[in-house]
């Protein structure tokens, strides 16, 4: 593993980058680990809080060229798995890659992309884990840690070799793939098998107003699939919709 430890960067996902913007030859699987990050981003442009040296915060270099337009979702839902796996609790994944245990948020995942074409060029995939912190001060309204649940501290180390290794296994899944049929791999399988609130009628909310739906799948481009209670199928991509409490 090619693993660059800072002490503190604004964004691990941007220092990665302008790293491998200098050097087009960083192998793949380069992971920057910080220590501190100052500005660190979730989806959409929120922020990310993580006290010094108490969770994790890095970034993965992948070059997905076997993933088209049409299948970039699938890359989100290999990471996603790979965080949830090491943490041997029922941590589940709210869609799009959120890491939930219960109804509060334990990791989020920030996955950038360049193109070439129709495919992926470069992935930067950024993850934020919450590990060791007891006490959360931002106004993020769910966020709890391993600590929280165990009451035992986690070995940062070993957490972050473990992720990784999960990553790399999962991807190559992924890779393996290639030529083929990606419509629905064991990928896209096991990451419906671990969605949240995945069996039920829950409240969702979207431009026009609060529904009740149920989840039916993720297509590979990343759309969340809903049934209303009335019966009418519904399509949504990201931040057109969103979950209710």
């Given at each position: ?6 002490q ?32 660190g ?47 041997k ?13 219960g ?32 006490e959360?001060t ?51 399988q ?24 149920e ?18 199928l ?12």
């Open positions: 593993m090619n693993i660059i430890r800072i503190a960067t604004d964004s691990t996902n941007r220092h990665l980058k302008k790293l491998s913007d200098g050097d087009p030859h960083l192998p793949e699987g380069t992971t920057l680990v910080a220590s501190v990050q100052t500005a981003r979730g989806q959409a442009g929120n922020g990310w809080e993580a006290e010094a040296g108490k969770n994790l915060t890095f970034s993965v270099l992948l070059y997905p060229r076997f993933l088209s337009a049409g299948q970039h979702f699938l890359l989100s839902e290999a990471v996603a798995l790979a965080v949830v796996e090491p943490l609790m029922d941590a589940r994944v709210k869609w799009p890659n959120d890491i939930y245990v109804d509060r948020k334990m990791a989020g995942i920030l996955i950038e992309n360049d193109w070439q074409g129709d495919h992926i060029r470069r992935s930067i995939v950024g993850i934020g884990l919450n590990v060791n912190q007891l959360f931002s106004d993020a309204p769910n966020p709890i840690s391993i600590k929280q649940i165990t009451g035992a501290d986690t070995d940062l180390d070993a957490l972050l070799g473990e992720i990784l290794q999960h990553i790399y296994k999962v991807y190559k899944q992924l890779d393996d793939c290639r030529g083929g049929d990606l419509s629905r791999p064991i990928v896209a096991m990451y419906a098998e671990k969605l949240y609130r995945k069996t039920g009628f829950f409240d969702f909310a979207d431009k026009n107003g609060i529904f009740r739906a989840i039916q799948s993720v297509s590979d481009d990343g759309r969340l699939h809903l049934a209303t209670a009335d019966g009418e519904r399509a949504y991509a990201f931040k057109e919709v969103a979950f209710r409490t």
